[in-house]
């Protein structure tokens, strides 16, 4: 049974990072107004959601290559993985929400931890998986330490929200991990939000993958069939 949990759990995960950052933005857009109502500021939440959900679009764009005769190649981005969005003590709750929702727009499974805010991160899970977000995809994990949960097995990047030392102390900590090099994604100005108003900010949440196709094969350009003749 616990085989064919984790197959399942993996297929779920698998299947919300390929479906494309706009389809997953459907889902987010419609559990946005309820997360905005949570963080204490509702108007100014929305704004922030808008923003970062806006950007899916670009987040699903493909660039042309340019390559070798006979084949195409394709960058695009998608979701790194596991990743974990932590909310410190000084953590306010629109910037962990707003990690949160960065997080699960481009295409990742997530860890919430914010013991600071247990009963809001529960009704953030519960709010996201009446939208649709599979309990696979997310999950709530506040009642377990913050340092162990650093050193769960291929943790991809971690997202923490508060002071400088409390995004210091999760760095050194998953610096003394194996494995893995697991990135940190801070935001340490609760006020402004301004990392993540930067133009990077979604793509520290993405990894970059190329597919390549050979043209060839498939009647791309004939011709280079002769060339062995």
Same mark, same amino acid.
């Given at each position: ?13 698998? *299947?919300?990072?390929?479906?494309? /950052? ?5 889902? @987010?857009?419609? #559990? $946005? =107004?309820? &997360?905005?109502?949570? *963080?204490?500021?509702?108007?100014? /939440? ?5 923003? @970062?959900?806006? #950007? $899916? =679009?670009? &987040? ?139 133009p990077d900010y979604l793509y520290r949440f993405v990894t970059e993958r190329v597919r390549t196709i050979n043209t060839t094969a498939i009647g791309g350009n004939a011709s280079l069939l002769e060339l062995g003749t």
């Amino acid at each position: 049974m616990a085989t064919e949990f984790k197959k399942n759990h993996g297929q779920v995960c698998e *299947t919300w990072r390929l479906l494309g /950052a706009v389809n997953r933005a459907t889902y @987010l857009q419609e #559990a $946005a =107004p309820r &997360l905005a109502l949570l *963080t204490g500021d509702a108007n100014k /939440a929305k704004r922030l959601f808008n923003h @970062l959900l806006s #950007a $899916a =679009p670009m &987040l699903d764009k493909e660039h042309r290559m340019t390559g070798a005769t006979g084949e195409s190649n394709d960058l695009y981005v998608t979701g790194r993985g596991k990743t974990m969005v932590i909310g410190g003590e000084s953590a306010r709750a629109m910037a962990v929400l707003g990690q949160l929702l960065a997080a699960l727009l481009t295409g990742n499974e997530v860890i919430l931890h914010c013991p600071s805010q247990d009963e809001m991160c529960i009704e953030a899970a519960k709010i996201l998986y009446e939208a649709g977000i599979s309990d696979d995809v997310l999950s709530v994990a506040n009642d377990s330490q913050t340092v162990t949960l650093l050193y769960i097995d291929r943790l991809a990047q971690v997202a923490v929200s508060g002071n400088r030392q409390e995004v210091q102390a999760v760095s050194q900590e998953l610096a003394k991990t194996d494995g893995m090099l697991t990135q940190v994604i801070s935001v340490t100005d609760m006020n402004g939000l301004s990392e993540m108003l930067t133009p990077d900010y979604l793509y520290r949440f993405v990894t970059e993958r190329v597919r390549t196709i050979n043209t060839t094969a498939i009647g791309g350009n004939a011709s280079l069939l002769e060339l062995g003749t």
